[in-house]
């Protein structure tokens, strides 16, 4: 199994196959616009510019399910993004990434990278997920983990 069995709706509202990102890296992340770590969008466009063009994608995933901390449409979502973080790497339509309803693909994600003493279910926003360019699922980074922090596994992946 790999990320690539799975469809989400993007921003647009349109499916979206992750098989097209196949033989990339993939930094998959469930993001909200009113959260204490949404200036992370900043460094995921940072990484994002700096690492594309060698292969490095990053999947935005908003929801709300922590303190209702992303409460728009998916065009407020877009906005805010691109317009107070000039993000342009694909974001996806709002989803649930826990509970009874999670979608699929994070269902997968927390269940080959689990958090902290092994810990699956997911408990805040910008969970960060690493993902190989064969649609393994490598890492989870926690929340207040900032992407530099992480930068030199991704450089890794980059070069395997």
């Known amino acids: 199994m790999s990320v690539y069995q799975f469809e989400a709706k993007g921003i647009d509202g349109k499916t979206v196959s992750l098989e097209q990102y196949k033989g990339k890296v993939l930094l998959i992340v469930n993001t909200a616009s009113?959260?204490?770590?949404?200036?992370?969008?900043?460094?995921?466009?940072?990484?994002?510019?700096?690492?594309?063009?060698?292969?490095?994608?990053?999947?935005?995933?908003?929801?709300?399910?922590f303190l209702g901390q992303e409460p728009g449409d998916e065009l407020e979502i877009q906005s805010f993004c691109r317009l107070n973080y000039g993000v342009t790497f694909p974001m996806f339509a709002k989803i649930d990434v826990k509970g009874e309803n999670a979608h699929p693909l994070f269902v997968y994600l927390s269940e080959e990278a689990p958090g902290v003493l092994g810990s699956k279910t997911i408990k805040w926003n910008f969970t960060k997920f690493l993902v190989d360019r064969y649609g393994k699922p490598v890492k989870r980074y926690a929340p207040k983990t900032k992407p530099v922090e992480f930068e030199n596994d991704v450089i890794e992946l980059l070069k395997g």
């Open 34 to 65: 009113k959260c204490g770590f949404t200036n992370q969008y900043k460094d995921l466009q940072d990484m994002y510019e700096k690492y594309n063009n060698q292969g490095f994608e990053i999947l935005g995933f908003p929801c709300n399910q």
